[in-house]
């Protein structure tokens, strides 16, 4: 079968290879790939920041945002041929820490997990795959090749849980306005489920016309470019989308009192002016939480899929910017300025 291979570490190794089918000990529910979404990590994999190939192997399957469907499963697993299905990432360590024993591997303490496509293990770049039925999502039918967007929503899914549990540090804690720093798909699906809980959604991104633009509109979000400071609001709740350093120094003393923060995106290093001492006032005095989240646990992933389930299939549509062949991989890799969502399809 094809599949999208590299060395890890390797810059620009990936290539379309020919491997065997995958083993039996990976899973019982043999899967069908239809699409694979794209995104920054894949990117970086590929020139050679990080990824690490499962143990004995040199060359590591890439792809973690998946969708399939089912070719063969046991009768016990929930699953049967030709159900539509989405693959869980994070693996709990073997250890396993507390964390991980209590399921939420996406809070694993000792960093022995592993990832699909990432770290350890191989990814659902490939004709075929195996799951586990433990970490095997059955997608809404309905859905169709948007079922690829399970993964990064259950990114949002998770900092959306952690926001209303900390939260509920006061009983009287009732948000109405969100701010979404960012408008990539992270941003857009964390501005839609904001839309969902019925906030008054803003989000604050660079550009000022276009698809994104216009997908914020028909979202009934408000949009502002510029900067953090000159937004003129002040939100309950903001989602910093761009690990872009500016923005996050700037996001301290922005939201009302007990607002919350939390950090999704991940930036590059360089040195930003910041006052410590009012990012310390601000938080005390306000009460404010700041703090970050990071992958998803099986629950996550069950809400993400409510939570696509239950959204616009038209609005979500338009998410996928971009749909590549399998023969033509590496073009999903090679970021064009109009993208959103760029998902290799399987099936074409």
């Known amino acids: 079968m094809r599949a999208i291979t590299l060395l890890p570490g ?46 004995g192997t040199e060359r590591l ?30 693996r709990p360590d073997p250890v396993p820490c507390p964390a991980c024993a209590a399921g939420e591997w996406d809070m694993c303490r000792n960093g022995r997990y592993t990832e699909r496509g990432i770290k350890g293990r191989n990814g659902y770049g490939a004709e075929r795959f195996r799951l586990e039925p433990a970490f095997a999502i059955k997608a809404d039918a309905a859905l169709g090749i948007l079922a690829v967007l399970t993964e990064p929503a259950s990114i949002v899914a998770k900092a959306w849980n952690q926001i209303e549990r900390i939260g509920k540090r006061s009983l009287s804690w009732q948000p109405r306005r969100l701010l ?43 949009h502002h470019t510029g900067s953090v400071t000159d937004l003129g609001i002040r939100p309950d709740i903001v989602m910093e989308c761009t690990g872009a350093p500016q923005i996050v120094a700037d996001l301290a003393g922005l939201t009302t009192p007990g607002g919350i923060v939390c950090l999704v995106g991940l930036g590059g290093d360089h040195e930003v002016n910041f006052d410590i001492g009012r990012f310390n006032r601000s938080l005390v005095l306000d009460n404010d939480v700041i703090f970050g989240s990071v992958n998803a646990n099986r629950a996550d992933y069950d809400l993400a899929a409510d939570a696509l389930s239950q959204a616009d299939k038209g609005w979500l549509a338009r ?6 062949p399998l023969a033509r991989w590496s073009e999903a890799l090679r ?7 760029v998902v290799i399809d399987f099936a074409a």
């Open 10 to 55: 390797v810059q620009n190794s990936a290539r379309l290879d020919d491997i065997p089918d995958p083993p039996p000990h990976e899973g019982s529910i043999l899967v069908r790939t239809l699409a694979l979404g794209v995104c920054g990590t894949d990117r970086e994999i590929v020139a050679g920041l990080y990824g690490e190939a499962p143990p």
């Open 61 to 90: 399957v890439l792809g973690h945002e998946s969708f399939g469907e089912v070719i063969e499963a046991p009768p016990d697993s929930g699953f049967a041929p030709g159900d539509p299905i989405v693959g869980i990432v994070r």
């Open 180 to 222: 979404v720093t960012g408008s990539g798909a992270i941003g857009l699906l964390a501005a839609m489920m904001g839309q969902q809980r019925g906030l008054d959604v803003h989000i604050l991104d660079r550009g000022s016309d276009g698809a994104k633009s216009a997908l914020l509109r028909d979202l009934g979000a408000h």
């Open 319 to 324: 998410l996928i910017s971009r749909r590549v």
């Open 335 to 341: 970021r064009q300025p109009d993208d959103i969502k």
